[in-house]
């Protein structure tokens, strides 16, 4: 399969002529003008919250504060530590434009809301930090990459990428980048999209053209997109992960489907179902950077036990392995695997974190785990994790709980494990910190890293300007980057 490129000014002079000479959507489907009313409500609530403007700036605000250490309402929980010295962070909203989104084809159709769901990528090359966002609709779908630069603190919006594909505003398209941002062949960044519908699209929206989740890849020095096609036709990638080492990607589609993907001879090695009694976890994709296979946990009510299983890109194979998932502390349920480190410790394990933050290690050679107890002191219900990252030299972990929307019901704490002791230790409170500075919620996140010295961590954060005395539901729509520096004592 050659891929088709497409060059930034070109994709959008050929979008904007389209437009101009009113040429319809391929899609059939027609988008009204103008903002969707229930967007202009949260209009007014986010100008009458942003009261410093953040929303408009490109630059990130520098906060450090006694205050990011104080627990919230109800106190610090036992069990849990707070760090003695109060780290320096950065924020800065995502630049989006439109901000407000439009109406869609139906009244009653869900209008979108500006979200970020993917694990990000820092470049150490060049100090940048990139992520994804989008609406999280299928029609008028925008997703962007989101570059954040370390170094002069600039946040940036790069190109539309549906765009970029050739796709009209009024074309099904895909609202989400799902999984993780890779870096491959000469500084190529690579990942999956998604769609919005949910199971999955229409019979006549897949008729009008479109064809699945693509593969595509970011050149980052010369800002292109190259599009290599739908790997396989009707599915479509909430996880994924590139093994930069063999030029493999693996990818879980949104109804199971599983693909093994040859970036090098651009085809696939894998593309169907895992065999009868495997069903790959669609929010997990643990690659062993030591040997090349790939990781999960059993989705199927056939293994209520949640045995981990294996794909073999060598011999091309499935398997169920003999450790099981450990159970939830509160009621014994084993829940698959949503966050996991990049790869081995130094002591030959993989750390994983359940859908109900279980923590444990995962020996891939002796097919053997070791439970952790809970990330967080708190309900298991509380504690969706699904990003991880550990310091360089294997000492400590470092994640945020409750990533869909209510971290701040925990105080968003960026949380410090030590693996050696156990020891849990909330370096900030992220709330009500930000939203009584900047009336900002940051409430959960899906993309936890550290820089390689060990000492910052870069996360892109969901939230909003929301006024939390009417409202305490999950909050989305203005998501945002949050760099924290670890103090060089609570790293000691």
């Known amino acids: 399969m050659s891929p088709s490129t497409f060059e930034i000014l070109a ?21 009204p003008g103008g903002t969707d009313p229930r967007e202009e409500a949260r209009r007014e609530m986010v100008e009458r919250m942003d009261r410093h403007n953040l929303r408009l700036k490109t630059s990130a605000v520098i906060e450090t504060s006694a205050h990011l250490l104080r627990p919230p309402p109800g106190g610090l929980p036992p069990g849990a530590e707070v760090a003695a010295v109060p780290p320096r962070i950065e924020l800065a909203i995502i630049p989006l434009e439109p901000r407000f989104l439009n109406r869609q084809p139906s009244p009653d159709m869900h209008v979108g809301v500006w979200s970020t769901w993917g694990q990000g990528f820092y470049d150490a090359a060049t100090a940048r930090y990139y992520g994804s966002v989008g609406n999280h609709v299928f029609y008028d779908a925008r997703i962007h990459l989101v570059e954040y630069d370390t ?37 190529q960044l690579w990942f999956c999209t998604y769609w919005c519908a949910y199971p999955e699209p229409s019979k006549e929206q897949f008729e009008s053209g479109y064809d699945g989740g693509h593969l595509l890849s970011w050149d980052l020095d010369k800002e292109k997109l190259t599009d290599y096609g739908a ?16 030029g493999l990607l693996f990818a ?27 069903r790959w976890s669609d929010r997990c994709m643990v690659l062993d950077d030591a040997t090349g296979c790939v990781y999960s ?15 073999d890109p060598r011999a091309n194979r499935f398997t169920r392995l003999e450790s099981r998932v450990p159970p939830d502390e509160d009621d014994g349920t084993s829940r698959q695997i949503r966050a996991h480190s990049r790869g081995r410790l130094p002591d030959g394990s993989i750390l994983c974190i ?22 967080w002191p708190a309900p298991n219900a509380e504690l969706y994790t699904t990003s991880v990252a550990v310091s360089p030299d294997g000492r400590f972990a470092y994640y945020v709980p409750a990533a869909h929307g209510r971290a701040h019901r925990l105080g968003t704490p960026v949380v410090q494990y030590e693996l050696r002791t156990g020891r849990r230790k909330a370096l900030a409170f992220l709330h009500p910190f930000l939203y009584e500075r900047y009336g900002y919620t940051a ?20 939230g909003a300007f929301k006024d939390l005395s009417t409202d305490m539901e999950d909050v989305f729509g203005d998501p945002s980057i949050v760099v924290l520096d670890i103090p060089e004592e609570e790293r000691r």
């Open 11 to 31: 994709a959008f002079s050929i979008l904007t002529l389209a437009l101009a000479e009113g040429e319809p959507a391929s899609s059939g489907a027609v988008l």
């Open 354 to 375: 359940t859908r109900g933050g279980q923590m444990f290690r995962f020996w891939p050679d002796q097919d053997r785990v070791e439970s952790l107890g809970k990330c």
């Open 231 to 246: 790997p396989l036709k009707r599915a479509s990638w909430p996880y994924h992960r590139v093994d930069a080492a063999r």
């Open 252 to 278: 879980v589609g949104a109804l199971g489907e599983f693909i093994c993907y040859d970036l090098k001879e651009q085809r696939l090695r894998f593309g169907g179902f895992p065999p009868e009694g495997i």
């Open 297 to 311: 946990s059993n989705d199927t009510p056939r293994d209520p036990e949640a045995h981990l299983i294996r794909y």
């Open 443 to 462: 409430s959960g996140t899906y993309s936890v890293d550290i820089t390689p010295d060990g000492k910052r961590l870069l996360m892109w954060f969901n």
């Open 151 to 187: 170094r002069s603190k600039i946040i940036r919006l790069l190109p539309e990428i549906n765009a970029l594909m050739g796709r009209l505003p009024g074309d099904f398209g895909d609202g989400k980048i799902h999984g993780h941002l890779d870096l491959w062949n000469n500084r």
